[in-house]
């Protein structure tokens, strides 16, 4: 099992920046992600990346604004979030697929391994 550590969150004023690091560990991977909830809501997909060709996709809700990378010396992913707003309010979590390549995983359910979470908290 993939063991992933993150980093970066905190609290910053809507229109302003931050970015979030997951260092993995344990295990090889095929993709990684990030994923996050809101409070009263479902946990949903924000960006992924395919670990090996580095092809990328993101939600609809963060297009132009969120970018996920990786450096695959350092095993770790990172997603940086510009233009932040209220609604981006949430706990992140990075996540990880370990058993089974997919490509790009845009569904929250087919990670197999989850961080414990930061929270990135965007005041209006």
């Known amino acids: 099992q993939v063991h992933l550590v993150e980093s970066g969150g905190g609290l910053v004023q809507a229109g302003g920046s931050l970015r979030l690091s997951c260092a993995a560990s344990g295990s090889r991977f095929y993709a990684m992600g990030w994923l996050r909830q809101a409070p009263g809501k479902e946990r949903e997909f924000v960006a992924g990346?395919?670990?090996?060709?580095?092809?990328?996709a993101t939600a609809d809700s963060v297009k132009g604004r969120f970018t996920i990378s990786r450096d695959v010396a350092k095993n770790t992913v990172y997603l940086e979030m510009n233009s932040l707003k209220p609604e981006d309010t949430a706990i992140y979590y990075c996540?990880?697929?370990?058993?089974?390549?997919?490509?790009?995983?845009?569904?929250?359910?087919?990670?197999?391994?989850r961080g414990q979470g930061t929270q990135v908290t965007v005041s209006s």
């Open positions: 990346i395919s670990w090996s060709a580095g092809s990328t």
């Open positions: 996540a990880a697929q370990a058993k089974t390549y997919y490509g790009i995983i845009n569904s929250p359910r087919m990670y197999d391994s």
